[in-house]
Structure formats: C-alpha cells, structure tokens
C-alpha cells in the first residue's frame, strides 16, 4: 500500500477483535515514530509499547474514548490490545514538541495499518494512573497515547455534503464526514 492510499484507508477505529498483537509489530511502529522528524533534532520523545494483556487491561481503564463512540460505551472484550504511549522529557519540552508528537502518532497509525492493525490516538487518559502502572519517571509528560488492535468495526470517510450524519448506521458502520477538497483547497493565495 503506498502512502497516499493508506492515509485515505486510515480510520480511527474504536473496537478491536480478540487478537493480540505481537511484539516486533509494536517495535516497528516505534521504530518508524522514532525516525519522525523533530524539530531542531531535539528529539524529545520516547514510547512505551504495551502488549502484555495484564497491562493492557490495566491501561484500558485508563483511557477513554471521545466523541459520539465514547458516549455509547465500550463492548467488553472489544478493547483494543495494544497501547504505545508517547512521552516527553519534560527538559527537552519546546514550543515545537506538540507538532513533533502528531507527526510520530501518524507514523505509528500508519504502519500499523500496514499491518491490518487500526488504531485511535487518545489523550482522554488519566495521566498519573498511565504514568504508575507503566513505570513511566516523573521527568516526563504523557501527551498521548495510541491505542491498537485488528479492527472488529468499519468505518468510512464521505464528503460532508452527502447529509451522512457522524456515527454509526444500523448495520455498525461508522460515518465520518469530511470537508470537501474544494472547501479546504485554496490555489496559491487564499
């Protein structure tokens, strides 16, 4: 899949199938988010993958989902199955670090797609609980994490003028408008 294709294919999705997700999977991400740029070099992130599924219970009651899934609840069992949370030391915090921190969750959603693998970055977490379970030092923030596992729902992109609501349909399938390419497109000045 090239990279325009899986960025038009990548959903947040926010129900996972039973199956776990294996390590070396987990350490690619990282390993994609870890070469991200970062400005001035400043490299002020590191991760922590998470696939052991006593951990992985422990941080699930640490996260929420938001928007019009997070209202509905959660199914159990259809938790996701893997977390990688992005950190900062909080010494190399800069102005820039936020933009940093996007540009290597896209990394991460983006190959684990490669994988099959969907994904929900999330930053309606409780910190401090993420922070002990995880042994996470208190040098360093939490900012987000990625939540990951094979995808138990579908969810598709539409123009917004298509009147599809936002949610899911009856049959489960999750809608999400988008502001139209004409819309958003503006060719060499606004």
Request: hydrophobic content about 40%; overall charge positive.
């Amino acid at each position: 899949m090239d990279v325009y294709n899986a960025i038009l294919k990548r959903r947040t999705i926010r129900r996972f199938q039973k199956k776990a997700i294996p390590f070396p999977v987990l350490e690619k991400c990282v390993n994609a988010a870890r070469l991200s740029p970062t400005a001035r070099n400043v490299q002020p992130l590191e991760f922590v993958a998470v696939n052991d599924t006593t951990q992985v219970a422990l941080l699930n009651k640490a996260v929420r989902f938001g928007g019009v899934v997070g209202q509905k609840g959660r199914v159990k069992g259809e938790e996701p199955k893997a977390f990688i949370a992005i950190i900062a030391e909080k010494e190399k915090i800069t102005s820039y670090t936020n933009t940093d921190i996007g540009i290597a969750a896209e990394a991460i959603v983006l190959t684990a797609l490669e994988s099959e693998i969907a994904s929900c970055m999330m930053g309606a977490i409780e910190r401090e609980k993420i922070k002990e379970t995880l042994g996470i030092p208190n040098n360093f923030e939490i900012p987000l994490v990625v939540a990951l596992g094979y995808p138990l729902e579908k969810s598709v992109a539409h123009d917004e003028t298509e009147g599809i609501p936002y949610g899911a349909d009856e049959k489960g399938v999750m809608h999400i408008p988008k502001r139209p390419l004409e819309k958003v497109l503006h060719k060499n000045k606004f």
